[in-house]
């Protein structure tokens, strides 16, 4: 069964920083792309970032550019989100996902098509 657990949300101050992890478990690790993903309520699911476990090859949204950075711990399962110069508009629950790399790569890897989801967990930036 796949499982994919996030943790690490909480509540900052503005020009803060806050790492998340997505813990993946019941799949085989390296075949797989990891998304980062955030939503807001009433409006559409966002994609963050996304990282390929198999060569390390990542992705950003140009609005979390130079500030967040995805890496991926291939040991452990785990993926990793830092988010630096947090921003109020930064808000949002954010979800794992995941899916073969194969799916993903080559025009999916913002776009909420993957398989497999987390729970997600609640990141609050305030100004």
């Known amino acids: 069964e796949v499982q994919l657990v996030e943790s690490g949300g909480g509540l900052v101050q503005a020009g803060g920083s806050l790492r998340l992890s997505c813990a993946a478990s019941g799949f085989t690790f390296d075949d797989y792309a990891i998304g980062w993903f955030r939503q807001v309520p009433g409006k559409e699911r966002e994609g963050v970032s996304c990282i390929s476990t198999g060569d390390g090859s990542t992705y950003y949204a140009d609005s979390v550019k130079g500030r967040f950075t995805i890496s991926s711990d291939n040991a452990k399962k785990t993926v990793y989100l830092q988010m630096n110069s947090l921003k109020p508009e930064d808000t949002a629950v954010y979800y794992c996902?995941?899916?073969?790399?194969?799916?993903?790569?080559?025009?999916?890897?913002?776009?909420?098509?993957?398989?497999?989801w987390g729970q997600g967990t609640q990141v609050t930036v305030s100004s």
């Open positions: 996902a995941a899916d073969r790399i194969e799916e993903i790569l080559g025009g999916q890897e913002l776009q909420p098509e993957y398989d497999y």
